[in-house]
C-alpha cells in the first residue's frame, strides 16, 4: 500500500468502529451513566468551575472532561447518547492516528499502520472509545505527550521548543482529566527510556522538567479557585484524597486488587492482541540488547514502566492501561511487520488465530441467544468470518504474519460490528439500563408527585438522575425515608410521596417503617434467557395510611408479577394513567418494558 492508501484504510476503519450505531444502546454502568450525569449537570447550571453529581460537588477528578461533553451536550440541543458519547469517540479516533503517524518514525510504515489498526481493534480500547468515560481523551493527551516529548528530544532549535510547547499543553490536558496521573506516565516512559539509553542529558535535552511543571499550572489555578469557592477541604479532598491516597491505598474508594491483577486483565481487554504481545516484548527486547536500536526502548519503557508501577498502586483498574497501549500496539505491529517464519512465530500466529476463531464462535452463539428467531444476522456474520479465517490460515501456512495480522484485524472489525450493532444493544437496553425507570419518576414528578431515591449507591445513581433529566434527592437513613413517606397527599395535583430503591434494600427497611408501605411499581431486569440468575430489581414506594384503601394499588411480590399478568411491576395501571405510559420506542424487547438496572 502507499501511505496515503494506508493513511485512508486507517481512518475509514476507524470512523466505522467508532462511531457506527454510536446511540444505539442506553448508557449503562460502570461509570458511563455518572460521568454524562456530570456534564448533564454542568450544562444546566452553568457551573463550570465545580463538577456536581446530584447537585453535591464531585472531586474525585478535574473539570476538563465535563467541560468537552457539556460542550457537545450545547451544540446538540441537549444530552443524549451520541452527544455523551461524542468526546471519546473523536479522542479514539484521533489516538488511532495519531499512533500511526508518530510510529512511522519509531518502527516504519507498515508496522505502524499494523500497530494503529491492533491498537484500534484491541477490545478495551474499542469498549472504552465508545463510552462516555474519562479514559480515553487521557488516553490520546498522555500518547501525544510522550511522542512529543520524544521528538523535543530528537530535534533542535526552534523545532525543539515547539514540541516542548506540544509535549506541555498535552500532559497539561492529561492532569485535567484525571490529575497526576496524566503526568505520571509521559514522566515514566521518558525516564525509562533514558535510563535504557544510559542518556541521563536526555532529561534535559527533551525539557522533561520544565514541560511537566508547566503542565500543571492548569489544575494547580483551577484548585486554587476550588478553595477559593468551596475551602480547603474540598481542595485537599481532590489534590490529597484523589491524587495521593487513591495510590497508597488509604482513600477507602474500592477497586482494591492484588499486585498481579494486571497480568489476567490484560490478557483478557487487549485481547486478541494479547496472544502476540509475549511475542513481541521479547522480541523487542533480544532486538534492542542485539542492535541497541534506538526506537524499541521506548515502546518497551512505555509500556514496562507504568505496567509495574501501576501495579504497585493499591488502587487497580483495567481502564488505567488504556494510556499504555498505544505502546503496546506499536510493539506487536513491530512484530507482525518483520516476523520472520521461524517456529515461535508460527506458534505465535496459530495461539492468535485459534483465539480469534474461539471469540468469533462465541459471538455468535450470543447472536442466537438474545435473537433465537432471527438466523439471518449470524449467517452473514459466518458467511463474512469463514473466508477471512481461511486466509488468515493460508497467511500462516505461508509465514506471512503481517498478512495474518492484517485478516485478524478485519475479522475483529467484524466481529464487533456485529456486537455493536445487534448484542450490546439488545442486553443493555433489556438488562443494564436505567432509561425506564429514570424516565417514568420524570413524569411522576411532573405530574407533582414528590420523588426521592433512597440509599442509592454512586456508580448506580448517574443513570437514574440523566434520564431523569433533574435532581432527586437520595435519602440514606430509615428516619428520613418515614418523614418523606409521612408527608402529607393530595392536593390539587392529588400529589403523592414516593421513594425509588433497591428491592433488597426495601426488604430491610419495610419492618422497621412507622408507616405501612407498599410497593406501587417494580423495575424488573429482563433476564432473557437465563432466568435463574438472581435478579436486581427496583421498586417504587408509597405509604398507606388504611390496607384495605384503594388509593395505592396492591402488588404481589411473589412472583414480581401484576394482577394482569405483566412483567413491569404494575398493579393497577389506572393510579398511574396522569403519569402517561413508558415510553418503549427505544427498545426492542417484543414490546416489554426495560427494566432499571444496579
Known sequence: MTRGARLLVIVAGASILLFAALGRADLFNPDEPREAELAREMWAQGDLLVPRL??????????????????????????????????????????????????????????????????????????????????????????????????????????????????????????????????????????????????????????????????????????????????????????????????????????????????????????????????????????????????????????????????????????????????????????????????????????????TVVVSAALLAAFVLVRPGDLMPPVVLAAVLVPLGVAAYRALRAGRLDRQGLLTAAMTAVLMLGAVFVVVPAVVNRVASAREAGAFLRRLAAAGDRIALYQIKEGTLGGYLYYAGMMIPNLETPDELQRHLDGPAGGPSGSRPLAFMQEETYGRVASILGARTQVVRRFMPDLFPLPQISRKSFVLVAAVDDPGSAAVPREDLRDGRSASGGRDGTIDATDLRRSGAPDRSRHSGGGEESPASE
Open 54 to 355: 446530584n447537585g453535591q460537588p464531585f472531586l474525585e477528578k478535574p473539570p476538563l472532561f465535563y467541560w468537552l461533553v457539556s460542550g457537545t451536550f450545547r451544540l446538540a440541543g441537549g444530552p443524549g447518547e451520541v452527544a455523551a458519547r461524542l468526546v471519546p469517540a473523536i479522542a479514539a479516533l484521533l489516538g488511532v492516528l495519531f499512533t500511526y503517524l508518530f510510529g512511522r518514525r519509531l518502527v516504519g510504515e507498515k508496522a505502524a499502520a499494523l500497530g494503529a489498526l491492533v491498537l484500534l481493534t484491541s477490545m478495551q480500547f474499542f469498549w472504552v472509545g465508545r463510552r462516555s468515560m474519562i479514559d480515553m481523551p487521557l488516553t490520546l493527551a498522555v500518547l501525544v505527550s510522550c511522542a512529543a516529548f520524544h521528538r523535543a528530544w530528537d530535534a533542535a532549535g526552534r523545532s525543539r521548543l515547539g514540541w516542548l510547547l506540544l509535549a506541555s499543553c498535552a500532559s497539561g490536558c492529561a492532569v485535567m482529566l484525571k490529575g497526576v496521573v496524566g503526568a505520571a506516565v509521559p514522566a515514566l516512559a521518558l525516564l525509562g527510556f533514558f535510563a535504557l539509553r544510559r542518556d541521563g542529558a536526555g532529561v534535559w535535552r527533551c525539557g522533561l522538567i520544565p514541560g511537566m511543571l508547566a503542565a500543571l499550572l492548569p489544575v494547580v489555578v483551577w484548585t486554587a479557585a476550588l478553595d477559593a469557592r468551596l475551602g480547603p477541604r474540598a481542595a485537599r479532598e481532590f489534590a490529597w484524597v484523589n491524587n495521593v491516597l487513591r495510590f497508597t491505598g488509604g482513600a477507602g474508594r474500592g477497586h482494591e486488587n492484588p499486585a498481579y491483577y494486571y497480568l489476567p486483565t490484560l490478557f483478557l481487554e487487549f485481547a486478541p492482541w494479547s496472544l502476540a504481545l509475549p511475542f513481541a516484548l521479547v522480541a523487542a527486547w533480544r532486538s534492542f540488547n542485539k542492535e541497541r536500536d534506538a526506537s524499541l526502548p521506548f515502546l518497551l519503557a512505555w509500556f514496562l514502566l507504568p505496567l509495574a508501577v501501576l501495579s504497585i498502586a493499591s488502587t487497580k483498574r483495567g481502564l488505567y492501561l488504556l494510556p499504555i497501549y498505544p505502546a503496546a500496539a506499536l510493539l506487536v505491529g513491530w512484530w507482525l511487520a518483520g516476523a520472520r517464519p521461524s517456529r515461535s512465530g508460527r506458534l505465535a500466529g496459530a495461539i492468535l488465530l485459534a483465539g
